[in-house]
């Protein structure tokens, strides 16, 4: 028996990196999973591969009707709902001194609220299957890195979220974890502008001896995480740190 025979999953961001990994992990588990995303093609080119499991919803999570759409979609698609991943998200950084509030705003708003007003929408439909909600955080609640605190404040907010969300539904029987992944090579900071693939590439891999582990991670171990998180039924308000041993703050002498 597969670990997610017959259950329902909704990966928000699930075109690529992280989402996508997640969707397959999850499709090749038995489930039937729903991603989202703004962009069309990666979507597709996701759902082409994983066939029947996988549908998709093209839309933008930080507007109303699109996130009622989504929530719809997956319903439809999975027969209800045993788990959302939050995966969806933005990047943005600069120094106190140059910080752009409307930028900021909208970083609040697609990596917070969007992700808070999912998980509300989705609620009921969790609640009758005793499923969960999985946030997104990030390394950067961990290690301190110059410049990026736009970013660090919002995954500080949904990591805050995720306690006071799992004590708040816990009477409902919906688990609410996190997931905080070191670093991973994903979309998020060429979709940003801060440098080409191969600039952001070798960045990347430059992290990697502040690893314990000495290597950077992948997307498909980080699903993994999710995985665990979703099959298992007694945690709940938990931050699993998957990162290498980066949040160590392991200095090489």
């Known amino acids: 028996m597969r670990r997610f025979e017959g259950q329902s999953f909704l990966v928000t961001g699930g075109g690529s990196g992280i989402g996508a990994a997640t969707a397959r992990v999850l499709a090749q588990e038995g489930a039937l999973v729903t991603i989202c995303g703004r962009r069309r093609e990666p979507l597709e080119e996701v759902a082409s591969a994983l066939g029947v499991a996988c549908a998709y919803a093209q839309g933008d999570i930080t507007v109303d009707g699109d996130r009622q759409r989504i929530v719809d979609r997956a319903l439809a698609h999975g027969g ?106 994903t979309e998020i900071n060429e979709r940003a502008g801060l440098g080409t693939a191969a600039e952001l590439e070798a960045r990347m891999h430059a992290l990697a001896p502040l690893h314990a582990l000495g290597r950077i991670g992948t997307a498909e171990e980080v699903a993994e995480a999710i995985a665990y998180l979703l099959a298992a039924q007694w ?13 160590l703050g392991v200095t090489p002498l």
Do not use: W
Request: aromatic share 4%; with cysteine; glycine share 12%.
């Open 235 to 247: 945690v709940t308000g938990a931050m699993l740190d998957v990162d290498g041993g980066l949040g």
């Open 80 to 185: 209800g709902l045993d788990g959302l991943i939050n995966n969806a998200g933005n990047m943005y950084r600069a120094p106190l001194t140059d910080m752009n509030e409307t930028e900021l705003l909208n970083l609040f708003h697609h990596n917070v609220v969007a992700a808070v007003m999912m998980a509300s929408l989705c609620t009921t439909a969790l609640a009758e299957r005793k499923g969960s909600v999985i946030f997104i955080g990030s390394i950067h609640t961990r290690r301190a890195f110059p410049g990026a605190s736009p970013y660090a404040g919002t995954k500080a907010a949904v990591q805050g979220l995720t306690k006071v969300l799992a004590a708040e539904l816990g009477e409902k029987d919906i688990r609410v974890n996190c997931v905080l992944p070191g670093a991973v090579p």
